[in-house]
């Protein structure tokens, strides 16, 4: 009888252990490889920052989740990587671990054998799991098969867009992938989505064919092509002007030639993007440009302005209340446009930085419920909100 109710005992103790989710493993790298190659698995790496808010929310919500941690608790060795801190250093640079969270699953050699960027929700963090079992859909084994010489159109378009959304260089399959489609091969809805994923140069054969024919692209997607020529002649001055005067001369030539519909739009945002990459900031004009740009041509763009609303609170050289008070402004244009948790906060934030108390704490309360709804994790709004009202 003791050894029975002691059996159970143990039995109700695993159970409970994994119904807390995944159980990371207690160590350095070194010690888990020696694990992995001891059970003959995968280490599974939650690559994080201690900043990061997905990561934060991932570790809430999808790590403790108990069909995830049955999964790899079974089939994984678990282990957190700060990427900031110690060994997490050299293994960002050893797996290009360039946003957060990156989950990246190598084996007991270090071998990638799988990556994915971005906070996963619990079932698609389980697919994430199962995938890296998979040799046929896991990313290393892709890139095994394309080296080996694979490159047949459609095993091509999968490596390219597995190795787009981890973040991984495929540049050469990619050159190659459009250089050897023809303008028919390309006007067809899997090539049109994957030039709108992959191509941001306006110099690339399959980006000219999507303006050429853009009636017949559009068709195609649900992506408005204006939206995606607008990103793909920003990212283009945007480098140029990285390269200097010479070189952003040239390229904003080239886009005047081009004869795109919008290049005033994109001058005038390249306009106060110059001014806020110079050395020395004249605040009050690039507040001005910055305005002038959402007021004639970027009226619903809620997310821009969230992002510079923002950069505008965290900015130390901003005191000026008249420019906090504009940035106070595009964040209720951004909450107005579309509601959401991020810019809610921004604006409690900036009406905070103000000293507009009671304004202040009906957003704060706003964002934190916003962040409830939304699955966020809001504990740096409830810090904001004491601090409101000790105002």
Known sequence: MRYTFSFLL????????????IQFFEGDLAAAKKAAKKDNKLIF???????????????????????VGALFNDKFIPFKLDMEKGE????????????????????????????QVGALNPAQLLQSGKDALNPDVRIGDIIIKYKAGERDPAFIRNYLLKANDAMI???????????????????????????????????????????????????LTEIPLDDYFDYVYN?????????????????????KASGYKNTDKIMAKMAFVSLLRADEKDWPTITKKIDRYFDIYAPKDAQLRNQLAWSYYTNKDIQDKGLLKTAAKWAKQSVDIEEGYANTDTYAALLYKIGNKKEAAIAAK????LAKEEGQDAAETEALLEKINKL
């Open 169 to 219: 260089d495929a540049q050469e399959a990619s050159d190659w992938y459009f250089y050897t489609q023809s303008e028919k091969d390309l006007l067809t809805k899997e090539n049109v989505d994957l030039i709108i994923r992959l191509v941001k140069n306006p110099n690339n054969k399959a980006f000219k064919t999507i303006v050429n024919n853009q009636t017949e692209a559009q068709k």
């Open 45 to 67: 790496i939650d690559s994080y920052t201690t900043w990061c808010g997905p990561c934060k929310w991932m570790a809430k919500n999808s790590f403790t989740d108990k069909e």
């Open 235 to 255: 990212e283009y001055l945007s480098n140029a002007q990285r390269q200097g005067k010479e070189a952003f001369s040239l390229a904003a030539a080239n886009l």
């Open 366 to 369: 706003k964002a934190i419920q």
């Open 88 to 115: 997490g250093l050299d293994f960002a640079k050893e797996y290009n671990v360039q946003a957060y969270p990156t989950l990246v699953y190598i084996d007991s050699d270090g071998n990638l054998m799988h990556k």
């Open 10 to 21: 143990l039995l109700l103790s695993f159970n409970f252990v994994n119904a807390q989710g």
